[in-house]
């Protein structure tokens, strides 16, 4: 298993300002993700972070609104850039090992309000 | 695409009611499907996993989840539900390459 630590658990953001937003991890994983839960809505994955490559970020998803740093194996930071309110929403880490039969460990998320 | 649908949003019981939450995902190939949970403030926990073997999978805190492949279900069951099962649940498959598809959760309310 894996204890995930979100930084800031939740903000107050003014439109057109950025936030990033960091992902720790208490131990080295290969893979992390990145997934947004805007208000009444599921989990939807924004992007997978790989250490020692670029993002790859799923569809409706553009790096220039969400870069995605992966310096290391056990920390990301996501950045939403330019804020509108419909980028409110909760921001989650998520991490993997590769190999058979594992499950993806989740962080406590980022709330994140933009005004 | 992969999809996912959980039919219940919500779901009010009272506590010692049995529980079935639907649970069904559109994708042709091999799949691994899991049930989380979220309590309130709290992160994502999982609740079970199937990766393949006895399609009865039984999970902590007395959940048990039954995959049939032919009706492309994986719904989540408890025999009597307590009050402190208050919580959000998700289901969610992955194809193996650990990038999770997620239904839209069901928020269940136990009443002491």
């Known amino acids: 298993s894996a204890v995930i630590s979100q930084k800031p658990s939740r903000d107050i953001c003014q439109r057109g300002t950025s936030l990033t937003i960091q992902c720790q991890v208490d131990s080295q994983v290969t893979m992390m993700f990145w997934y947004r839960q805007q208000p009444g809505q599921s989990l939807t994955l924004i992007a997978t972070?790989?250490?020692?490559?670029?993002?790859?970020?799923e569809s409706g998803f553009v790096i220039d609104k969400f870069p995605i740093s992966r310096p290391n194996l056990t920390f990301s930071t996501l950045t939403v850039s330019n804020m509108s309110p419909e980028d409110s929403s909760i921001y989650l880490c998520?991490?993997?090992?590769?190999?058979?039969?594992?499950?993806?460990?989740f962080g406590q998320g980022t709330r994140l309000t933009v005004v | 695409a992969q999809s996912v649908s959980q039919h219940n949003h919500h779901v009010i019981l009272s506590e010692a009611a049995s529980l079935e939450l639907g649970c069904n995902y559109s994708y042709g190939g091999t799949v691994n499907l899991f049930w989380y949970v979220q309590y309130p403030g709290q992160h994502l926990q999982l609740l079970l996993k199937?990766?393949?073997?006895?399609?009865l999978v039984k999970g902590i805190k007395g959940f048990e989840a039954e995959f049939i492949k032919s009706k492309f279900s994986f719904n989540l069951r408890k025999p009597s539900v307590q009050w402190s099962d208050t919580a959000e649940y998700f289901c969610?498959?992955?194809?193996?390459?650990?990038?999770?598809?997620f239904g839209t959760g069901t928020r269940l309310k136990v009443l002491a």
């Open positions: 199937y990766f393949s073997g006895d399609p």
């Open positions: 969610a498959v992955s194809s193996g390459t650990y990038k999770y598809i």
């Open positions: 972070a790989n250490q020692g490559s670029e993002a790859t970020y």
């Open positions: 998520s991490v993997a090992w590769q190999g058979m039969n594992t499950e993806a460990f």
